[in-house]
DNA sequence: CCCGGTTTGTTCTCCCGTTCACAAACTCCT
DNA sequence: AGGAGTTTGTGAACGGGAGAACAAACCGGG
């Protein structure tokens, strides 16, 4: 394995480059994890929590041995010690802070997120550009003017932004939010965004997942159109 | 390759099988072709459509090569032509009805987005469990007992349902669709749901897109705690 | 202390997706 | 008509991830 050489050099504790593709099932297993945890379960075994998760037991095994050897052969994981492994691999066991711009129909509903809270994230603030939403309060949040947008980030020290707003404004609102110092964006406007190379972009978006379903409902049905 | 056998049933006419990655790009290509023929644009190289739409160029000639030649070398590729290719091979040209079930916050706001009606998806019925939430009305269509799902799923052929339920109650939901008949579900509720083969699942997880971010973000700063 | 049963961590192989690089094909200008 | 310039479509090399399979390690009982 090449990568020994710049694994090696990396910080001494839990700072091995992990893989893109098990990094996004960490989550899973986290809340898996969280869920054996509150059902009272102390201990499971790979097979157990892959059942859990919903992937299969060999990936997951794999998947964690990249964050070390933390299971017991023999007898499985203990189900604590491994969630609270890979949330601070993850990087959630402090608080995120979090602005959502774009308080919209989406940006609304992202604001009374509960699941956030609950995973490390907090909202500092809501920003919208129009004049209308200001006063509004969601999620016991007040609308505040996008221009503020460059002070909260200071004061709060955000390094993550949501985009909820149209695929017209979106670009604009990554490139302030660059300026501002934010190095993640989570982008819900259908517009592939045009950043920096050290900010992080992640993309959601509803429509494409819908056609893609559309797609293989087409080649199921033989291609026949829908009644 | 043990898929080629069922590849060969299916029909003459452009029904190679897409791989999985090319597919999920094409709704985006689709869009930035739509951008583009609303800004006159006749023709396209694939350079500047794969500009637009946020990939690599080789990457895009090589998707768009599955569909077949679609384009003309040393000129490039008809707008309107292609895009209509394109929105045939995913299956957009005909509307998909579609059932959202579970209307609180983030129900309401996928009922009121018009992306979707404008990419072929239409919204037939909006259902909840809730006795408080009947009579609502959201986004022009009333909110109606969870129960009427089979009636709904029956009298419009809907194959594609969307799940927006808390956690514990997807798996339930997803079950009964799946009886009704219905074989494509988009789910954003942050449970792994368990259905038969034929049936398709796409999850959308927000939490998860967050903690993915917070994880680099985590690594960019040398693994520091936030503020 | 030893042995059978269990489960992890890892190795190996295969497949899918990305990217490079270039020949084939087309346009336009002379 | 021919050649220069442009752009597509694709063959091939490469890297990463998925899954099977197995050896190493652990537990408990005798
Ligand atoms: N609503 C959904 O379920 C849904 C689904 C899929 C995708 N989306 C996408 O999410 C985005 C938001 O959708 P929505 O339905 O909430 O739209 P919306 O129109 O309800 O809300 C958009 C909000 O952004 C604000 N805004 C506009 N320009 C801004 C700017 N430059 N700076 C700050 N704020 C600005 C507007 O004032 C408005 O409040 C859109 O890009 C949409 O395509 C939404
Ligand atoms: N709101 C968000 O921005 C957001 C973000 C990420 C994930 N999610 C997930 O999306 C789901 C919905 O989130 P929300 O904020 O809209 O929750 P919500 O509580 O506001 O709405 C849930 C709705 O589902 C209905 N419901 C409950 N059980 C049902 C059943 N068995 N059949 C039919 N309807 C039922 C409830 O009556 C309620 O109206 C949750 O699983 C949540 O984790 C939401």
């Given at each position: 394995?090449?990568?020994?050489?710049?694994?090696?050099?990396?910080?001494?504790?839990?700072?091995?480059?992990?893989?893109?593709?098990?990094?996004?099932?960490?989550?899973?297993?986290?809340?898996?994890?969280?869920?054996?945890?509150?059902?009272?379960?102390?201990?499971?075994?790979?097979?157990?929590?892959?059942?859990?998760?919903?992937?299969?037991?060999?990936?997951?095994?794999?998947?964690?041995?990249?964050?070390?050897?933390?299971?017991t052969r023999g007898v499985g994981y203990d189900v604590d010690y491994l969630r609270y492994q890979i949330a601070r691999e993850i990087g959630?066991?402090?608080?995120?802070?979090?602005?959502?711009?774009?308080?919209?129909?989406?940006?609304?509903?992202?604001?009374?997120?509960?699941?956030?809270?609950?995973?490390?994230f907090r909202v500092v603030a809501l920003l919208d550009a129009d004049p209308a939403r200001r006063d509004e309060v969601v999620a016991g949040?007040?609308?505040?003017?996008?221009?503020?947008?460059?002070?909260?980030?200071?004061?709060?020290?955000?390094?993550?932004?949501?985009?909820?707003?149209?695929?017209l404004s979106a670009q604009d609102v990554a490139d302030r939010m660059v300026a501002c110092g934010i190095t993640s964006i989570l982008n819900?406007?259908?517009?592939?965004?045009?950043?920096?190379?050290?900010?992080?972009?992640?993309?959601?978006?509803?429509?494409?997942?819908?056609?893609?379903?559309?797609?293989?409902?087409?080649?199921?049905?033989?291609?026949?159109?829908?009644?």
């Amino acid at each position: 394995m090449e990568r020994a050489a710049v694994t090696a050099r990396t910080s001494p504790e839990s700072a091995r480059d992990i893989p893109e593709a098990t990094v996004a099932r960490l989550p899973v297993y986290l809340r898996a994890l969280t869920t054996l945890s509150e059902q009272g379960t102390g201990t499971c075994s790979s097979e157990e929590l892959a059942g859990a998760a919903g992937v299969n037991s060999a990936k997951l095994r794999k998947d964690l041995s990249y964050l070390g050897s933390y299971g017991t052969r023999g007898v499985g994981y203990d189900v604590d010690y491994l969630r609270y492994q890979i949330a601070r691999e993850i990087g959630v066991t402090q608080d995120w802070p979090v602005v959502i711009v774009g308080i919209g129909n989406l940006g609304q509903a992202l604001a009374n997120y509960s699941g956030f809270r609950s995973r490390g994230f907090r909202v500092v603030a809501l920003l919208d550009a129009d004049p209308a939403r200001r006063d509004e309060v969601v999620a016991g949040i007040e609308v505040r003017p996008f221009d503020d947008l460059e002070g909260i980030v200071r004061e709060h020290s955000v390094a993550i932004g949501v985009i909820a707003t149209p695929a017209l404004s979106a670009q604009d609102v990554a490139d302030r939010m660059v300026a501002c110092g934010i190095t993640s964006i989570l982008n819900f406007a259908p517009f592939p965004l045009n950043v920096p190379d050290q900010v992080d972009v992640r993309k959601v978006d509803l429509s494409i997942e819908l056609q893609i379903l559309a797609y293989r409902e087409q080649r199921k049905t033989g291609q026949g159109a829908p009644a």
